[in-house]
C-alpha cells in the first residue's frame, strides 16, 4: 500500500511540474513551434525553434526561426521570429532543425538551408540581432547541431539523410569545426554502426558524450568517451515517438536538472506539421544510462476540450 501510495504522489509531482506546450494558441504572439534545440547561456534557456506557418500541410513552408526564453522553466519570453535566412541572397528552401552555439563573443547560428545546406548567422546577443557569418554553405548534412567541449573544441554532428556522404546508408555523423566556427577541420566521421532516419543531437554529461537520434517509431540514444568515437554504444530506448510528430530532441542540464525538449502535434489545433515545443524532466541512472522519457501535459490543458480554441 505504501509503494502504490509513493507511485500516486510521484504521478502527481510530476503532472504539477508540467509545464507543456511551453506556448499555447490562445497566447496572442502565438507561433508553432518546431524541432526545439535548447541552450543555456547566462543563466537562461534558450530554446531556437523553426516556425511553421498555421495552416501548412507540410514542411516546405518551414522559412525561418524564432527563439523561446526563460530563466525559471515556468514563465516563458517568446521573441518571435528572429532569423529570416531567405533575406541573405545564398539561402532559400525549406529550412528545418537549426541549433546555436557560443564561441569567443560570438553566438553562431547553424541553420540548413534547402533541407541539408548548412549557413551560418552570428550575433553578440543569443537571441539576435543576428546577421550573415559566410555567404554560402560551409557543408552538406541534415538536421545540422553544434557543441563546444571543455577544450574549446567545436564539433558539428548530423545525419547523412537526404545526403550523400561516405558509405551507403543513413548513419549518424560528427566533424570538427575550426576556431571560426564556420569551417569543417578533417571529413565526417560515421559515429553509428545502426542506421538512423534523422534527428540526431548529442551532449556530454559528467564525461560521457550521449548521442540520440530517431529510428522508426523510437528515439534512441548511444554513449561514448570520446566526442568522435568510431563507434559510439548503443544503448536502446530514450523515447517513444512524440503524440502525432516526428520525435526531434535536445537535451539540456539547467540548475542541476536536465530536461528533454521535443515537440507535439496532439495540442494547440496542430498536426504533424504544425506541432509544438514541449519539455519534460530527464533523469540518469547510476550507470549514466537515461530512464525513458514520460511525455506529459499541464494539467490545466488537460482539461481543455480537444479541437476547440479558447477565446
Known sequence: MKNFTFLILLMVNQLSNAQNPILWDTDSNFLYTAFPAAEVYNDKVYVYCSRNQPDATNY????????????DMKNWVNHGVVLKPREYSWADGQMNAADVAYKDGWYYFYFPYNKTHIGVAKSRNPEGPWEEAVTDKITSIFDPTVIIDDDGQAYIYGNDHKVDIGEPGTYIMGAKLKDNMTELDGDWIRLSKKEVKEAAHVFKRKGIYYFHASVGAK???????????????????????????PNHASAIEFKGQWYFFYHRGDVNNGSFFRPSACFDKMTFNPDGTIQPIVYTLDPDYRQRPVGIKDE
Not at 227 to 243: C, I, R
Open 60 to 71: 516546405a513552408t518551414m522559412q525561418d526561426y524564432m527563439v523561446l526564453e526563460t530563466e
Open 219 to 245: 528515439t534512441v540514444y548511444w554513449m561514448a568517451d570520446t566526442p568522435l568515437p568510431q563507434y559510439a554504444t548503443f544503448k536502446g530506448v530514450l523515447a517513444e515517438n512524440s503524440p502525432d510528430s
